[in-house]
């Protein structure tokens, strides 16, 4: 659905009032922000601050991508295994899984999966502790890849000019209740929502869940790869700017004042609460969004255009 | 959607296989029954056995009726309230929220509680805990009825004949979404579902919720009102039994080979690990059920014949 963009801006943020006529200069420049170091907060009783970062969900954060040293080894093994051509979505939730964006699933959901996704918005773990999960992500097939697939375990996916992109293991195959999986979805089966037209009417009958090996990191060749962060690397820069609280704002559209504002008033708080080192997280979603969005490319130069005269 | 019938059977359960031929005789007498007493399980290590009753979920069981000595107050300041006169269905919902039957349900459902079974099958409780909940209990009213009911914050709910039959207090009004209802409640939209067709599509667009007050016990004076243990009724019952294990068998069908079977092979586990009074509750479901099922009094009739052969 959505691969991610990432920005950061140590203190992307106004300290004064916002000019409605010039978006562009939303924020002054670093130095005159205020960096006082409160050790008690003017609202807020001080007790105690946690600056830990939280735990993925699941406790571990899930990388699918395949150590270098294997990469040749895999690539042989899927040149003998049946083959499943990614859809220009499936390739984003691939890059989705492969990150861990999506911890603790290990790949495409299995049945049981699916099923808690749907009737439960989550996932029960073995530990018998809960995790959000309220979109399935699935990958379709039709009956005639599941014929080509018959007895294997494994199977090789691979993008649009017929390139591996990862083995799926221990394979499961099951019905594709497209009307359910619509209706508990969206609370509606009404034609018109745009991913359902895209992604699910025309699908196959069939969805594979399975464990997933990504060959290699995803990107996309569009110029935009290098603010595409994976969790990892967004931790360990969490970690060397020494944040000590991240807030993060995620969005579909250019930056406007009223974000701005939200932002400002977030920091704030932070500031207040006795946090002395907030970090933003601007976090715009790339990938599948919707038809008449501001494209991509042009929300990230105003993003960056913004960031750079903020530093 | 269901009141609950209930019937108690020690052990009608067969000891040998059951003749086709002869539903009425599916049980031999009690005295034919085993009851050696096992210390150890043939199968299962005997480690520890659970014999206290499960707790109702949420940890108290949710009793809705009011006391005796508040009957007449209450019932005099019914008179002074909106009335909103119940369905047939929306009685049985009261039956089952007076009992016990929906704990930790202090009525009918508020929106926070509706949402949360809409999307999550349960409802989280201020200790954070977690129970099923998979089924909205909520209450329609139309727009008239809203209109009506203006600023009060406590309506009298009335039944056919407009006698009170219960009070909801601290009332919240919402939106009744019917398509989102059916969706996440079904997974389908389709028309013909018979509860929808009952309950939903001609039901008003509006919903409220609030804590209930139960004037008497509910009676359907049908001739099946002694089969109709509440929650608390049917824990003392078995604590009178003695009962080490209680195993229930819900039904909507008289009682045939392959129930029988079930239960038959139920009881012989719970022995075999080391249980020396498991006791049946056999639970068939009245209230609203298919439109084609048996009707509720034949299969009492059959159930109680059943019974009274077995012991």
Redesign the interface.
């Known amino acids: 659905m959505a691969t991610m963009s990432t920005l950061f801006a140590k203190t992307p943020l106004p300290s004064r009032s916002l000019s409605k006529s010039n978006i562009s200069h939303f924020a002054p420049p670093l130095t005159s922000l205020s960096f006082k170091q409160k050790t008690t907060a003017p609202h807020f009783k001080l007790r105690s601050i946690r600056a830990g970062l939280i735990e993925p969900d699941g406790g571990k954060l899930t990388e699918l991508i395949v150590d270098k040293s294997l990469r040749d080894v895999r690539k042989r093994e899927a040149a003998t295994l049946p083959r499943i051509r990614l859809t220009k979505i499936d390739l984003q939730w691939v890059h989705v899984l492969s990150e861990g964006w999506a911890s603790p699933l290990s790949g495409f959901m299995r049945e049981s999966e699916f099923l808690q996704t749907?009737?439960?918005?989550?996932l029960r773990l073995d530990d018998g502790s809960?995790v959000n999960m309220?979109v399935p992500i699935v990958l379709a097939i039709d009956d005639e890849q599941k014929r080509r697939i018959g007895e294997s375990t494994r199977v090789a996916l691979v993008d649009s000019d017929d390139n591996v992109v990862a083995i799926l293991n221990d394979i499961e195959i099951y019905k594709h209740?497209k009307?359910?999986r619509i209706?508990?979805t969206?609370?509606?089966?009404?034609p018109g929502l745009p991913y359902v037209d895209q992604a699910i009417t025309y699908a196959g009958n069939w969805l594979i869940g399975g464990d997933l090996e990504v060959l290699e990191p995803i990107k996309y060749h569009d110029g935009l790869d290098r603010f595409r962060l994976s969790p990892a690397q967004l931790r360990d820069e969490f970690s060397k700017r020494n944040a000590d609280a991240v807030f993060a704002f995620q969005l579909r559209n250019p930056v406007h004042n009223g974000h701005a504002l939200l932002m400002t008033d977030t920091r704030r708080r932070l500031l207040e609460m006795g946090y002395q080192n907030p970090i933003l997280l601007l976090h715009p979603l790339g990938g599948y969004t919707k038809a008449d969005d501001v494209p991509l490319s042009w929300r990230m130069k105003q993003h960056e255009k913004v960031l750079r005269l903020t530093f």
């Open positions: 749907l009737h439960f918005n989550s809960v309220s209740p009307e359910e209706a508990r969206w609370g509606t089966t009404a």
